[in-house]
């Protein structure tokens, strides 16, 4: 079938994106769903720092690829095998699927699918086909198993979680990726306790959902800390008891100052090596930094290592909020749907597929934390 998709043939574009247009929206064959997949009508997408970050070559990807990974839409049509999933069903996408057989699934961690990070890392589906072509035949990769700037998308069903059909699509998009990643970095990697000391550094849509886990978990000290002062002032709107500029040279004496030496729980959700040093520097004895920014593969820190022996630290990473999706998206949407998790607060605004150049300008620029593509 014919779809309509963004697609990246080359990273590194400069900026403004609105000019330099790395994203071509494209007519593309879709193959129908084989085996274990499924034939999603995308209605949603997110964009995400993960796509701008593949866009802007920090995390290389092979090439060309239709982007987008943080979707929701309906259920067109199953493939063979499939029983569990009909015509009409309410979906969110998952950016790693998860075989449910290696070691990490069989553990309780599909976020760490071995075959899963295996094929995300090719550009194809669990199952290592490909389903995006150009009419010459060429194939255009998958990212992430989901390609979700598009009509319509085939993935597989370890990719997909079925959802409340009463929560509007452009809603529910924002749990596959940003309210995933960041409320499972608080409750599942970090588990959180009420009355617990936290601080969530980088207020992007991540850290914000890092911010609202930290409310609903019932933080009693919960402190902010970006770069931009409209962001700090947002997430004083959100539950933030405190915020810092980490513009400050002297941001890290004045959180350890604040906080009697430090929160017990430190949040990383900027994709930068100053920022995890920032949450290492500000985390208490005996208390827990955790890293789930995803900085550029060749980012290292320099660690302080006798600290963590005399001060019983931790450092964590955390991919996808150490989630097992089919089990937290539900959860998270019915905090939402309560009032616990008001994730539609981050929602900075809506806009075509055509417009997608110049919604990705605004991610890079700071001026909005979601927006979503309504297709």
């Not at 494209?26 to 997110?46: H, N, Q, S, W």
């Not at 961690?109 to 009419?135: I, K």
């Not at 008891?241 to 890290?252: E, L, S, V």
């Not at 208490?284 to 995803?294: A, K, M």
């Amino acid at each position: 079938m014919k779809i309509r998709a963004a697609v990246l043939n080359a990273m590194g574009a400069s900026t403004p994106y609105r000019t330099s247009q790395p994203l071509t929206i494209e007519e593309l064959d879709l193959d129908l769903p084989g085996p274990g997949e499924v034939l999603v009508r995308i209605k949603a997408a997110g964009l995400c720092h993960s796509d701008l970050s593949v866009i802007n070559g920090d995390r290389p990807r092979p090439l060309p690829m239709a982007l987008g990974h943080e979707a929701a839409g309906i259920v067109e049509e199953v493939g063979p095998g499939i029983h569990d999933l009909v015509r009409g069903d309410h979906v969110v996408c998952v950016f790693v699927p998860s075989c449910g057989h290696c070691g990490p699934c069989a553990e309780g961690r599909p976020a760490l699918c071995e075959p899963g990070a295996a094929v995300n890392g090719a550009g194809t589906l669990l199952s290592g086909a490909n389903r995006l072509h150009r009419a010459d035949g060429t194939t255009v990769l998958h990212h992430l198993g989901i390609s979700g700037f598009a009509d319509y998308a085939t993935v597989s069903r370890h990719s997909l979680v079925k959802i409340d059909p009463e929560l509007p699509l452009e809603e529910a998009a924002l749990f596959g990726c940003a309210v995933l990643t960041g409320v499972g970095a608080v409750v599942n990697t970090a588990r959180v306790q009420a009355g617990a000391s936290v601080a969530v550094i980088g207020l992007g849509g991540v850290g914000l959902c890092s911010l609202l886990g930290a409310v609903a978990a019932g933080a009693r000290e919960i402190v902010a800390i970006d770069l931009a002062d409209d962001k700090l002032a947002f997430a004083q709107e959100l539950g933030a008891t405190a915020t810092f500029n980490a513009k400050d040279p002297d941001c890290a004496e004045q959180v350890r100052s604040a906080t009697k030496g430090g929160v017990e729980y430190a949040f990383e959700l900027a994709g930068s090596v100053r920022a995890l040093e920032l949450a290492y520097r500000i985390t208490r004895r005996g208390g827990t930094t955790v890293s789930g920014g995803l900085p550029p593969p060749t980012a290292t820190m320099p660690l302080p290592a006798v600290n963590l022996v005399a001060e019983e630290r931790t450092l964590k990473g955390s991919y996808i909020g150490t989630a097992v999706p089919s089990r937290d998206i539900p959860r998270f949407i019915q905090l939402y749907q309560r009032g616990r998790l008001p994730v539609d607060k981050l929602m900075t605004g809506t806009l075509a597929l055509s417009d997608i150049n110049q919604g990705f300008d605004r991610l890079h620029d700071g001026t909005a934390i979601r927006q979503v593509v309504k297709l």
